[in-house]
């Protein structure tokens, strides 16, 4: 099957029925196309096989989207998928709003996903000037375990 961004990148197997590594995590957290959000292409080997991943690397990637996507914006994903922190903070007018506001759109994102249960003991900075954002700290699953998470993300987009 084809990439439709690189005609190069070929997807040698379905995500479903690729087996997993040794690692034991990489079922519960599943498995991903690996993308580079530079370079706006998925990650290929030499061969031009796109790479996966697996595990924690999958959880992150899977963030990262959602916290790069606005809501609502893409008719490709479903109305509830993304953030609405972009449009958030085009509306706010002190620091302290902002602030909150911050932390509550990118609490609700990051909880959308089915996997994660718990973000409370995570910090999220924003940088206004060129719409950036890092969420930095322990992301909980449904299934007992976290992560220590360093998801860099853009909202602009």
Not at 3 to 22: K, V
Not at 25 to 33: D, I, L, N, V, Y
Request: hydrophobic share 40%.
């Amino acid at each position: 099957m084809t990439d439709y961004y690189d005609p190069g990148a070929t997807f040698p197997y379905d995500l479903e029925t690729t087996p997993t590594a040794s690692n034991p995590a990489a079922g519960r957290w599943g498995k991903t196309w690996a993308f580079d959000f530079t370079s706006g292409d998925f990650v290929a080997d030499d061969d031009g096989n796109v790479l996966v991943l697996e595990a924690e690397d999958a959880l992150a990637q899977e963030l990262r989207k959602a916290l790069s996507t606005r809501r609502g914006l893409y008719i490709g994903w479903d109305l509830d998928y993304g953030n609405d922190l972009h449009d958030a903070i085009l509306a706010m007018n002190d620091a302290i709003e902002l602030e909150w506001t911050v932390a509550q759109a990118v609490g609700e994102c990051l909880m959308s996903d089915p996997r994660v249960s718990d973000v409370s003991d995570v910090e999220t900075t924003v940088n206004l000037n060129n719409s950036t954002g890092r969420v930095v700290g322990t992301i909980y699953d449904s299934f007992g375990g976290s992560i220590e998470a360093d998801i860099p993300f853009r909202f602009d987009t």
